[in-house]
């Protein structure tokens, strides 16, 4: 099956901080995500961007699909950005996710 | 918030006993999925709906069951618990496009 691949596993940045997050699938998707796992285990959508560049506030995601690769982007890091950050593909006429295994951002205040 | 219920939220249970989990939707979607999150592994797929009575199997799929009588409830089923089967189970909705989540149930199985 498809391979999803996130980079860095672990992040730990100040308060104020940009970050950016990777995540690199094996074969070609229809869909990709991305969510945030809060402290109290909540799965948060953020992004759903097959391809292309979303901005939402202080984040924001490009997917460079022919690459096979998704970028999301935290500019100005607060402390309610720490968590778990998941990018999950579902690949053509196949209406499954398959997760990475995340990154763990914690920002110190 | 996409309307998702789980219940019951925190479940803790001996091994060889039976154990149903319960989503129910308010938003009609067609596809429910049911996941389970352990550290190491994100999210796996156990089992998912395509429609009234119509179920597959996910990634880790034994030693669990699935049924979907109606639109909006997806039950999960183990048939008799085991201890690796400790984990925090999420159900979503969604198909042809995003998924949604629940809010998860942590069962411990001791």
């Known amino acids: 099956g498809i391979q999803v691949e996130q980079s860095p596993p672990d992040l730990i940045l100040q308060e104020g901080a940009n970050s950016t997050l990777r995540c690199n699938f094996s074969?070609?998707?229809?869909?990709l995500q991305w969510f945030h796992q809060n402290p109290w285990g909540q799965l948060i959508n953020l992004f759903y961007i097959p391809s292309g560049t979303k901005q939402n506030g202080r984040l924001s995601a490009t997917t460079v699909a022919t690459e096979r690769y998704s970028l999301l982007y935290i500019s100005s890091s607060q402390t309610t950005d720490s968590g778990v950050y998941f990018c999950?593909?579902?690949?053509?006429?196949?209406?499954?996710?398959?997760f990475g295994t995340g990154t763990r951002l914690t920002i110190i205040p | 918030d996409a309307g998702i219920t789980q219940s019951p939220r925190h479940k803790v249970t001996e091994t060889g006993t039976p154990v149903t989990l319960r989503c129910h939707q308010t938003e009609n979607h067609r596809y429910m999925y049911w996941y389970r999150q352990d550290p190491g592994h994100g999210l796996r797929l156990i089992h998912y709906?395509?429609?009234?009575?119509?179920?597959d199997k996910g990634e880790v799929s034994d030693g669990y069951s699935v049924s979907r009588s109606k639109t909006e409830d997806f039950l999960l089923t183990l048939e008799s618990a085991t201890s690796s089967q400790t984990s925090v189970y999420f159900c979503a909705i969604g198909g042809g496009g995003e998924q949604y989540f629940g809010p998860g149930t942590r069962l411990t199985v001791t």
């Open positions: 999950a593909v579902e690949q053509f006429g196949n209406e499954k996710l398959t």
């Open positions: 074969d070609s998707v229809n869909n």
């Open positions: 709906s395509y429609g009234v009575k119509d179920t």
